[in-house]
């Protein structure tokens, strides 16, 4: 029996060359966008000043409200399906386009058609809402990145993405060269989508897959929609929670008050990528294990814990005592106002990387549903805090909602249900520093 259980360890033990190969390939592609968005970010926002700055990124929030209807809560349960039943993933992907098609589809119209009715004298933002929300339809070939991450081969992402990538970056410089509108700036957002759908689609084929195998199955899309109705929503609240703050700055202050937080979300949900990295390449692993052994499932969960919490705390800590120098170094004077903004919002990254770090346990435990009621509670606590914070505080009242909110969304939940009882407890210990510098001992 012993000789049979450490034949089966070893058989679904996670190869680690593997996971530190992927993982390398992905923190290579999210530093280059890293840097690469920094740079050429800094300077779109320096081009368009905090007012026109403000004005895009209204547009864009307004357009990631909707965002989980065109993924529908999709991405990690393709993941789980093609892990665990292979044979069926031509069904599952063709299934999952049709369903991401539509979706795309109906948050294009249903984005412009809000807008069109509460706004109907604001011509500019319709059409920046119009150019933006058509990206979003192409977004149903994403399936093809989730078929890659199930195999731990996100090498193939980074070749299909990082090209068009790059070729946008150049076009935004030279529209700030050409002193294009802010209009041109909306069109290479949805311009990087496309191209990225078509990236996807030629890897996909060059690698010896064919999209025309893809089937469309009805007892499949009910029972995708089904496991997946909590995860969308919970998309929408977790959107409603990460955007409301740029909304309700927009109509409560200006769009120059949207430019400033703008400014200080896009650094501040930089390194974001970072984790959530980390999260997509151990993900097929995490389900594996939960196979093998409990105890090895939970100490993996835990290292997981642990790496976040230490990233974070690497960022936060830094970032809060030198935060108005470098915002004002990136951004110039005109953004001076951002930095207290930032000394706060960047404490929001903690707790937002230990609750992508639960997403795993979540799915393979089947918990979607508390999820959603979680994510909920915080998009409700964060609405009534920016309501009133921002009346009372500005920018800085936003942060603060953002922090409280993620906190209780992604941690404090978990105490008031005895089966998440457990990741409170892993939380628990990976926010304690001495817990931290222990386990890096140990490890050593």
């Known amino acids: 029996m012993l000789k049979k259980l450490a034949g089966l360890k070893q058989k679904f033990s996670p190869n680690f060359q593997q996971i530190v190969g992927n993982t ?3 923190l290579g592609d999210k530093f280059l966008r890293m840097g690469l968005g920094l740079l050429v970010g800094v300077w779109v926002a320096r081009y368009l000043g905090p007012e026109r700055f403000g004005l895009l990124n209204y547009a864009i929030a307004l357009v990631a409200l909707f965002t989980t209807f065109a993924t529908l809560g999709l991405n990690n349960i393709i993941i789980r399906d093609v892990v665990r039943k292979p044979h069926e993933k031509d069904e599952v992907m063709g299934t ?12 294009s119209i249903l984005t412009v058609s809000l807008i069109y009715l ?7 933002t319709l059409f920046l809402v119009a150019i933006i929300s058509t990206g979003m339809i192409f977004r149903a070939f994403d399936v093809i990145e989730f078929w890659f991450q199930a195999q731990v081969k996100s090498k193939y992402i980074i070749f299909a993405k990082t090209s068009g990538y790059l070729l946008l970056n150049i076009v935004k410089i030279m529209a700030i060269y050409v002193q294009a509108p802010i209009s041109v700036f909306a069109g290479i957002w949805s311009a990087e989508i496309i191209l990225g759908a078509v990236g996807l689609a030629i890897v996909y084929q060059w690698q010896g897959y064919l999209l025309k195998a893809w089937s469309w199955s009805f007892r499949r899309a009910k029972f995708l929609l089904t496991e997946s109705w909590p995860l969308i929503i919970s998309g929408i609240v977790i959107m409603i929670y990460m955007r409301t703050d740029q909304i309700m700055l927009g109509e409560m202050i200006g769009g120059s008050a949207v430019g400033i937080y703008s400014a200080t979300v896009r650094i501040s949900e930089m390194w974001y990528l970072i984790p959530n990295t980390l999260v997509q390449s151990v993900f097929p692993k995490v389900v594996q294990a939960r196979e093998i052994s409990e105890k090895i499932y939970y100490e993996r969960l835990q290292q997981l814990f642990y790496s976040v919490a230490a990233l974070s705390y690497s960022f936060a800590i830094p970032i809060t005592f030198f935060s108005t120098q470098i915002m004002t170094l990136i951004y110039g004077d005109h953004y001076a106002a951002a930095g ?8 929001s990254g903690l707790f937002v990387s230990l609750g992508v770090a639960r997403g795993p346990w979540l799915i393979t435990e089947g918990l979607t549903k508390f999820s959603a009621a979680s994510t909920a509670t915080g998009a409700v606590i964060n609405v009534v805090l920016n309501y009133f914070l921002i009346a009372k505080y500005g920018i800085i009242g936003a942060a603060i ?3 409280i909110s993620q906190i209780f969304a ?3 939940c978990h105490l008031f249900v005895s089966k998440t009882r457990i990741i409170f407890m892993q939380q628990t210990k990976a926010l304690v520093p001495i817990n931290l510098l222990i386990n890096s001992i140990s490890k050593k």
């Open 401 to 403: 909602a953002t922090v």
């Open 118 to 124: 509460f706004k109907p004298d604001d011509r500019q």
């Open 96 to 107: 999952a386009f049709v369903l991401k098609l539509i979706g795309g589809l109906l948050i």
């Open 24 to 26: 390398a390939w992905l």
């Open 340 to 347: 207290p903004v930032f000394s706060i919002h960047i404490w």
């Open 410 to 412: 992604s941690y404090v």
